[in-house]
Structures are given as structure tokens and as C-alpha cells.
T-cell receptor, first 112, second 115 residues
């Protein structure tokens, strides 16, 4: 069965500090993994995706994530937080590519 | 290229009523998925339609149903509304839904409030 766990429903960082949002998954087969961002009153926007091509995936807005099979993790990082990064972030897993399972989300607050 | 559109954006209904939400996918996209988003629960998969057929279904009661038309537009219906159905309903489309390489594009959602 597929599932995603996002540790920390709320994360606060200072502007310019490292952003680390955690995601652990379970899957019986090599999965596809995704990070989405949601701004208030908007739908979800894809930040990056892992499709087995490379374990370190670079996305938009300076975000990246590393797939670690041994830890079943796909944590999202950004070296320096910006005020505009404040949003809700969702990790998702898919084994088939047409049914996605999302985590419960992490709300990121950036403190000036 | 126009994005995924959902109508209406906001709805207020009372318990026991039914509601129909609409989703127009990106032109050329044949797969439409529906999600329910609630605080603390994240996004929960409702169902996915591809070429007018329901291909995948989540773990929701039969009060939740959907359909897809030949132009790929999709509707979802919730009958006998309950207070717990209050949520943001998101629609996502992808080209053909085959394989994880097909990115899902999300609409802005319909905010349903059940009183």
C-alpha cells in the first residue's frame, strides 16, 4: 500500500535560513515522488518530481529534494528561505502514475 | 494555454442537499482526477476518469460520484450532503494518465461549505 508521512504540520524558519521539509513514503514498488506547493486560495503547483532518473532532483524556485531509498525519504530543501516561500507544501507518491497519494501537508512560515 | 478551470469557486449548501461541481481540464488532457482537501487530512483521492471511464476510485462513500464527458470535462456530484463534506474540492488533469511522467495540473478548487 502506498502512503506518505510528512513530519511537522507547521515549520517556521527565518528569512535566509535553510528550509527542510520532511517526507517519508511507503511503496511496494519503486515509486514516483512529487512535491507540490499551494498558495492561499490556489490549486497545487508542481515543485519537482522524482522519476528514477537521478536521486537528487532540482525543482523550481531553488528547491531540491533527494530520494533516499534506504530511508524511504524524499525531503525537500532550499538553502535560503525567502518570504515568498511561505505556503503549504505537499509530498505525494504514485506507483502507477495515475493515482496519487498525498501527505497531510506542511505549512511553512518565513519569519522576516 | 488555459489552465484547469473549476466552477463554481464557492458554494454554500445545507445538510441533505446535493451539489454538482464542474472541472474543465487543459485542452488535450484526457485524465481528470478529483481530490477532497480538508485541514489536517491533506488531499484525499476521490476518483480518476480517463476517456469517460472511471479508472480509479478512492475510499469514499457512494454519495460521491462523478462522470466525464466526451470533451474530457468532468463533474462530480455529492448527494445527501453532510457537515463533514465541507472541504476544498480540487480537480487535476493530465495528458493521458499513463505513468508518473505525466504531471497533474491542478485547478484552483471549489470551496464547499455545508451548513
Amino acid at each position: 500500500a502506498q502512503s506518505v508521512t510528512q513530519l511537522g504540520s507547521h515549520v517556521s524558519v527565518s528569512e535566509g535560513a535553510l528550509v527542510l521539509l520532511r517526507c517519508n513514503y511507503s511503496s511496494s514498488v519503486p515509486p514516483y515522488l512529487f512535491w507540490y506547493v499551494q498558495y492561499p486560495n490556489q490549486g497545487l503547483q508542481l515543485l519537482l518530481k522524482y522519476t528514477s532518473a537521478a536521486t537528487l532532483v532540482k525543482g523550481i524556485n531553488g528547491f531540491e529534494a533527494e530520494f533516499k531509498k534506504s530511508e524511504t525519504s524524499f525531503h525537500l530543501t532550499k538553502p535560503s528561505a525567502h518570504m515568498s516561500d511561505a505556503a503549504e507544501y505537499f509530498c505525494a507518491v504514485s506507483e502507477t502514475g495515475n493515482q496519487f497519494y498525498f501527505g497531510t501537508g506542511t505549512s511553512l512560515t518565513v519569519i522576516p | 494555454k488555459a489552465g484547469v478551470t473549476q466552477t463554481p469557486r464557492y458554494l454554500i449548501k445545507t445538510r441533505g442537499q446535493q451539489v454538482t461541481l464542474s472541472c474543465s481540464p487543459i485542452s488535450g488532457h484526457r485524465s481528470v482526477s478529483w481530490y477532497q482537501q480538508t485541514p489536517g487530512q491533506g488531499l484525499q483521492f476521490l476518483f480518476e476518469y480517463f476517456s469517460e471511464t472511471q479508472r480509479n476510485k478512492g475510499n469514499f462513500p457512494g454519495r460521491f460520484s462523478g462522470r466525464q464527458f466526451s470533451n474530457s470535462r468532468s463533474e462530480m456530484n455529492v448527494s445527501t450532503l453532510e457537515l463533514g463534506d465541507s472541504a476544498l474540492y480540487l480537480c487535476a488533469s493530465s495528458k493521458n494518465g499513463q505513468g508518473g511522467l505525466n504531471e497533474q495540473f491542478f485547478g484552483p478548487g471549489t470551496r464547499l461549505t455545508v451548513l
